[in-house]
């Protein structure tokens, strides 16, 4: 899932940086934990109100693994695998050895 900022804020969890509105979070080479999106995405944080909100992929055609139906997922390699969990898990394996 993509996010863009939509008030402009400092993340303190990525060395003080400042992220502002209309751009997307977070910034490559940052992985922020699931627990910092909820609550940048939330009024759960300090300043009480959301800095970021969810927003759908500008082609969806790109995402990975894609269901082709009875169960059955593709890969962003072409290969066909059983299990949403498990072509999860593969394209991430794929992914990461990118």
Known sequence: MEYVVIENFIDLE???RLYE???PYPRE???PTKKRFEAL????NKKGRP???AVESEDPEDEFPKHTGGGYYELSNGERVQGK???IEAE???KSGE
């Open 14 to 16: 990525d060395k003080n």
């Open 21 to 23: 509105a209309k751009h």
């Open 29 to 31: 080479g940052f992985t």
């Open 41 to 44: 995405s939330t009024s759960d």
């Open 51 to 53: 800095f970021i909100k």
């Open 85 to 87: 969990d498990a072509a």
């Open 92 to 94: 991430n394996e794929l």
